[in-house]
DNA sequence: AGGGATCATTCGTGAAGCACCAACTATTTA
DNA sequence: TAAATAGTTGGTGCTTCACGAATGATCCCT
């Protein structure tokens, strides 16, 4: 314990993380609209790319989300048959969900969408920067996913 | 296998910018709630921080809120003593809102707080990692606001 | 001076997100 | 068999927030 001896940087990403991903929400919303989806739905989707094959309860708690909202999450998303529930045959009360591949499909087509809402909010950022941006965001998020072990680290033009 | 063999780039920060800041939110919130603060305001603060002296109406476009609840979020702020607002010399219509010591003092207070909730979300990232993060996500909340005649010139600390 | 636009403010309304509770089914486990 | 777990459904209530309407103060233009 006691991870913070001294800090001389009190940089604290908490409030800007807030607001980059509001102002990055409002965009989202009416670039998606067409295609049916909504912000959070994404959020779902993206992380069962990342780490598919999981359960409801462990996508719950992933997204922090109360088991109950998650079922109507998922309920949209099977409706749209962009994720596939199937009983898992080790614990038959489990419901293992999946991307389909239209799911697939349609989440790169989001993101596709989402490259103009993007410049606008992260229109200071160059693209070797954004992409260390989706790298750490990347990290952080899954823990883990990210094999791709090489010390990226480029991120240094700054400062 | 070839790790990405499609679009170099299709990675949109968008889903994750928006996971990891509900999840930054969620503790916030019980860590905030001591300091009689919401993560909102915590927002607002930070911005003012970075380009204090702008009337509401410039700021209701920064934080992309209606003014008319801008109205209610400083009326919060300004009753804790934690932001003032000055009619503008030149403009007598205008309200200048800026952070108050006590503001500016309760701000960095909130953020040391914030200290373990960041470090449970963020806490894949190393220390170098995270300071990385912040000024990628400093960069891009103030560069692409409101290129009015502000220009405020943050230049914080070092670097 | 008059008229229109702008800033801030207040109040109200309605939609949406979400946490929470309760009850129910199917299945596993002790 | 009894208890626990995963999912589902339905309902309730709180909070946030966008939007509209009305007001007072002030600026700017003619």
Redesign the pocket.
Known sequence: MSAQPLDSSEHRSGALLDHLA?RMR?RSESVLAPLGL?P?HLVALTVLRAGGGT??????TIL????????????DLEAKQLIE?R?SP????????ELTDNGAKRLSEAECALATAEDEVLGALDPAERETLYKLLSRASTGTAVNCTEAICVADDAC
Request: proline letters at 0%; glycine letters at 6%.
């Open positions: 509001r409002l909504r959070r359960g409801q309860q462990a996508l719950a922090e989300m109360d088991s109950t909202n998650i079922v109507g999450l998922l309920n529930r009983r080790e614990d038959r009360r489990r419901h293992v969900v």
